[in-house]
């Protein structure tokens, strides 16, 4: 009980579980002996997932069971068979579509990995691929849209049935041959299965190379119009500008316009220099007035000695002086323009002598010593201005609590003591001095002081070795 598909990318033998699922088995074999799934797409394949077939339509929306045929549109699904119970372990397990309802019409998947287990118990597992996993492979690598159509179309092209154990019902149609596929049904509007997409079919070696080339600046020239280089993807450098490089540092904008003026008359001739150091960058634009002399000096001017340096001329690639106008289109041609007419000589900065090397250091530690002492005085003059101002507002304190003092109400004035009583106070006073400097001065209190401090010095000694 096996059956053969057909498909744009190879053959594939499936062998059915007959006995397991009659129902389902039936309604296959049934379906490939009229002929239902030729020329049917592939309309879903996700990688390492499934891949779905079996609707006519290709939009996975379609198909019809056997049953529609022998019983009328009311027969067009049927129930899911769930016992015994099967899963989907293996790779190249072939099972029915649920159409969302618990039952099945013509439409059946694939797997193309192993362990698929969230599978289980949502479609009925009816066969398993025998012959033809190269195929499988082919399928798991096919290039798909975010909705998992391929680009390129994945057909059944023919079922042959090698056998079946089921009778044919008296009303079932059977063709003599397999039928021609209708217009409708070919055209899905992806590349066909035998459409040929061999672009470099018929072109040499060069050509290829040149379009190759071409599909690359087209690439780089929709990124640089995304990230805000370029003001448009189809913007063309200027035909009549050329770009000259390898100058010498002392070669000036004037002597370039000179040069290259034999030519053709010039609109514009500019040397770029570095904005912060003035330097030469050693690279500069010649705009001509007709794209003739532009060409002429293009195929003369190249390799030319320029002030003891061969310099390198080259159509520009520069597009940063065209910019949007008020519709939104760009200017034809660029606007360049000489920065400075003036003759200038640049000479050569790097190079001086001893004595104007060692005047301008001189100079230079002068201007030094200045800044110093300008800056000194400036801390100077800071500081004194903060003591003036420490000193003004200490005065206003001492002013303050003056004023304060003044407005306060007066003292209560002591009594005055009697002569007498201060007589008394004074002798009383001298009395008690003399007393206590005469016990400073008796022996005996001095043997008790230092009986007393040799007394406490023992006992802090005893204290100290008992602890």
């Given at each position: 009980?096996?059956?053969?598909?057909?498909?744009?990318?190879?053959?594939?033998?499936?062998?059915?579980?007959?006995?397991?699922?009659?129902?389902?088995?039936?309604?296959?074999?049934?379906?490939?002996?009229?002929?239902?799934?030729?020329?049917?797409?592939?309309?879903?394949?996700?990688?390492?997932?499934?891949?779905?077939?079996?609707?006519?339509?290709?939009?996975?929306?379609?198909?019809?069971?056997?049953?529609?045929?022998?019983?009328?549109?009311?027969?067009?699904?049927?129930d899911m068979e769930t016992n015994p119970r099967m899963k989907h372990r293996t790779k190249g397990t072939v099972s029915m579509v649920n159409n969302g309802s618990g039952m099945h019409g013509s439409q059946f998947f694939i797997t193309l990995e192993d362990e698929l287990d969230y599978l289980d118990g949502q479609h009925t597992v009816f066969g398993q691929v025998a012959e033809g996993f190269e195929v499988l492979d082919k399928l798991n690598e096919a290039y798909c849209d975010e909705e998992h159509r391929p680009y390129i179309d994945i057909r059944i092209y023919h079922t042959v049935i090698l056998d079946d154990p089921y009778d044919d019902p008296a009303d079932l149609n059977i063709p003599d041959r397999s039928p021609e596929p209708t217009k409708e049904m070919l055209d899905s509007g992806r590349i066909g299965a035998d459409e040929a997409i061999d672009d470099a079919k018929g072109l040499t070696m060069q050509e290829v190379k040149e379009k190759i080339e071409e599909k690359e600046a087209s690439a780089n020239a929709q990124l640089l119009e995304m990230v805000g280089d370029l003001p448009?993807?189809?913007?063309?450098?200027?035909?009549?500008?050329?770009?000259?490089c390898k100058l010498n540092p002392v070669t000036t904008s004037e002597d370039l316009e000179m040069i290259f003026s034999r030519f053709g008359e010039i609109k514009s001739c500019e040397v770029i220099?570095?904005?912060?150091?003035?330097?030469?960058?050693?690279?500069?634009?010649?705009?001509?007035?007709?794209?003739?002399d532009c060409e002429n000096a293009y195929f003369k001017m190249d390799n030319v000695l320029i002030d003891d340096r061969r310099i390198h001329v080259d159509f520009s690639q520069s597009v940063s002086k065209l910019q949007y106008n008020k519709t939104g289109t760009v200017p034809s041609k660029p606007a360049y323009a000489l920065k400075d007419t003036s003759r200038k000589n640049d000479g050569y900065d790097l190079v001086f002598d001893n004595d104007d090397h060692s005047a301008s250091s001189e100079k230079k530690k002068k201007e030094k010593k200045k800044e110093k002492k300008k800056k000194?005085?400036?801390?100077?003059?800071?500081?004194?201005?903060?003591?003036?101002?420490?000193?003004?507002?200490?005065?206003?304190?001492?002013?303050?609590?003056?004023?304060?003092?003044?407005?306060?109400?007066?003292?209560?004035k002591s009594r005055s003591r009697s002569p007498d009583r201060r007589k008394k106070d004074r002798r009383r006073s001298r009395e008690r001095e003399e007393e206590r400097r005469e016990?400073?001065?008796?022996?005996?209190?001095?043997?008790?002081?230092?009986?007393?401090?040799?007394d406490d010095r023992d006992s802090r000694r005893d204290r100290d070795r008992y602890r």
């Amino acid at each position: 009980m096996s059956v053969i598909l057909e498909t744009s990318v190879g053959d594939i033998t499936i062998d059915l579980y007959t006995d397991e699922r009659p129902r389902c088995c039936l309604n296959f074999l049934k379906l490939c002996k009229v002929k239902y799934y030729n020329f049917s797409l592939f309309h879903s394949v996700q990688k390492k997932l499934v891949a779905q077939t079996g609707d006519p339509s290709g939009t996975g929306k379609g198909g019809e069971s056997i049953f529609t045929q022998l019983y009328g549109e009311q027969a067009r699904f049927f129930d899911m068979e769930t016992n015994p119970r099967m899963k989907h372990r293996t790779k190249g397990t072939v099972s029915m579509v649920n159409n969302g309802s618990g039952m099945h019409g013509s439409q059946f998947f694939i797997t193309l990995e192993d362990e698929l287990d969230y599978l289980d118990g949502q479609h009925t597992v009816f066969g398993q691929v025998a012959e033809g996993f190269e195929v499988l492979d082919k399928l798991n690598e096919a290039y798909c849209d975010e909705e998992h159509r391929p680009y390129i179309d994945i057909r059944i092209y023919h079922t042959v049935i090698l056998d079946d154990p089921y009778d044919d019902p008296a009303d079932l149609n059977i063709p003599d041959r397999s039928p021609e596929p209708t217009k409708e049904m070919l055209d899905s509007g992806r590349i066909g299965a035998d459409e040929a997409i061999d672009d470099a079919k018929g072109l040499t070696m060069q050509e290829v190379k040149e379009k190759i080339e071409e599909k690359e600046a087209s690439a780089n020239a929709q990124l640089l119009e995304m990230v805000g280089d370029l003001p448009e993807a189809d913007v063309r450098p200027p035909d009549d500008v050329l770009f000259v490089c390898k100058l010498n540092p002392v070669t000036t904008s004037e002597d370039l316009e000179m040069i290259f003026s034999r030519f053709g008359e010039i609109k514009s001739c500019e040397v770029i220099k570095d904005q912060k150091t003035g330097e030469s960058l050693q690279y500069a634009f010649i705009e001509f007035e007709k794209e003739a002399d532009c060409e002429n000096a293009y195929f003369k001017m190249d390799n030319v000695l320029i002030d003891d340096r061969r310099i390198h001329v080259d159509f520009s690639q520069s597009v940063s002086k065209l910019q949007y106008n008020k519709t939104g289109t760009v200017p034809s041609k660029p606007a360049y323009a000489l920065k400075d007419t003036s003759r200038k000589n640049d000479g050569y900065d790097l190079v001086f002598d001893n004595d104007d090397h060692s005047a301008s250091s001189e100079k230079k530690k002068k201007e030094k010593k200045k800044e110093k002492k300008k800056k000194s005085k400036k801390h100077r003059s800071a500081s004194s201005d903060s003591d003036s101002s420490d000193h003004k507002k200490s005065s206003k304190k001492h002013k303050k609590r003056a004023r304060e003092r003044s407005e306060s109400p007066p003292r209560r004035k002591s009594r005055s003591r009697s002569p007498d009583r201060r007589k008394k106070d004074r002798r009383r006073s001298r009395e008690r001095e003399e007393e206590r400097r005469e016990r400073s001065r008796s022996p005996d209190r001095r043997h008790k002081q230092r009986d007393r401090y040799r007394d406490d010095r023992d006992s802090r000694r005893d204290r100290d070795r008992y602890r």
